[in-house]
């Protein structure tokens, strides 16, 4: 089982609301990912987490507020958002301890947030 | 500076022929590369990859090859079927601990029947 599940699906938020995105495995992947893709472009990273704990943030505005409540389970919440925060939101996780295959992520298929 | 280029950001053909995709990148340190496919409104989905320890891949229909000297690494799909059409996205992962993938522009394929 490779799958990555995303919730919701597509959602639609005012720039004064508070929503979160959620992601799901259960693959016992130890190392988790947000990214942002707009469209006719490449993902771009914004967190990773790495046991449970934030390793990376690519220089994220603060509106953005990520959580990994167990190895499982991967929040991303929303604040105060702007227009040009619209895009795909995609999940991804990784096996640490793959051997050959550990470099490969493995992806959710996204959220897709409107921001009006 | 982008670092992962596929300078094509379109390519046909035919069903049944061979779909070649191209991939540069500029940072040697890379030692890692993968390709993924994309189709409109799911995540992306992982092809292929090689190590940089080696210069060819095979997997079924499709074969990557990385010419290290060339910073170029590409994607053969033989024969292309009309379900291969798709965003192609090669990736590549520096040596760190945690594996950032830096992605390519995508490559939009459309194999016609």
């Known amino acids: 089982d490779t799958e990555v599940t995303q919730t919701p699906k597509h959602l639609v938020m005012g720039m004064t609301n508070k929503k979160s995105l959620k992601c799901e495995q259960h693959?016992?992947?130890?190392?988790m990912y947000w990214y942002k893709q707009k469209a006719k472009k490449p993902p771009e990273l914004m967190f990773v987490?790495?046991?449970?704990?934030?390793?990376i943030n690519e220089s994220v505005p603060s509106r953005f507020s990520p959580e990994c409540p167990n190895s499982s389970l991967l929040n991303l919440h929303l604040h105060a958002l702007q227009p040009e925060d619209s895009a795909l939101y995609l999940c991804?996780?990784?096996?640490?301890?793959?051997?050959?295959?550990?470099?490969?992520?493995?992806f959710g298929p996204g959220t897709r947030l409107t921001v009006t | 500076d982008q670092q992962v280029k596929q300078n094509s950001p379109s390519l046909s053909v035919q069903e049944g022929r061979i779909s070649i995709l191209n991939c540069d990148y500029t940072?040697?340190?890379?030692?890692?590369f993968l390709w993924y496919k994309k189709y409109p409104a799911e995540g992306p989905t992982f092809l292929i990859s090689?190590?940089?320890?080696?210069d060819k891949n095979e997997d079924g229909r499709f074969t990557v090859f990385l010419n290290k000297s060339a910073k170029h690494l590409s994607l053969h799909i033989v024969p292309s079927q009309p379900g291969d059409s798709a965003v192609y996205f090669c990736?590549?992962?520096?040596?760190?601990?945690?594996?950032?993938?830096?992605f390519g522009t995508g490559t939009r394929l459309l194999v016609s029947p």
């Open positions: 991804a996780s990784r096996d640490i301890f793959g051997g050959d295959r550990t470099y490969e992520q493995y």
């Open positions: 693959m016992g992947h130890r190392a």
């Open positions: 987490y790495s046991y449970e704990k934030l390793s």
């Open positions: 940072n040697s340190m890379f030692d890692y």
């Open positions: 090689i190590s940089s320890i080696k």
């Open positions: 990736a590549a992962s520096p040596p760190t601990g945690f594996q950032k993938l830096v």
